[in-house]
């Protein structure tokens, strides 16, 4: 059973960086596609980017291109997500995800508990 631990999220201000961590329990990490998932206070899950085993392709959302960087080490069992000029609107809850890829939360099997993410205006 993979079981996967989000760490990184906080207080930032408009324009500044966190940086998630997603830790995976055991090596079978390579073998699965990563996703990242966003959940703002009264609004629906969604889709934030996704990395392949390999590291690539990387598929972005459009509300986070350019600004969000994925990454992974199938070494260490982590994936990282990099967000850059943050802006209010990315305060939500995150969760990493573990699963066969795609960009909604069917196509996943594996979830964090997720971490909270605040951007002040």
């Known amino acids: 059973q993979l079981q996967l631990v989000e760490s990184g999220g906080g207080l930032a201000q408009a324009g500044g960086s966190l940086r998630l961590s997603c830790a995976a329990s055991?090596?079978?990490?390579?073998?699965?596609?990563i996703g990242w998932f966003r959940q703002a206070p009264g609004k629906e899950r969604e889709f934030v980017a996704t990395i392949s085993w390999s590291g690539r392709p990387i598929i972005y959302a459009d509300s986070v291109k350019g600004r969000f960087t994925l990454s992974r080490d199938n070494y260490k069992g982590t994936a990282l997500l990099q967000m850059d000029n943050l802006k209010p609107e990315d305060t939500a809850v995150y969760y990493c995800?573990?699963?066969?890829?795609?960009?909604?939360?069917?196509?996943?099997?594996?979830w964090g508990q997720g971490t909270q993410v605040a951007v002040s205006s």
């Open positions: 055991t090596r079978a990490f390579s073998d699965y596609i």
């Open positions: 995800a573990a699963g066969v890829g795609g960009v909604t939360e069917a196509d996943y099997d594996y």
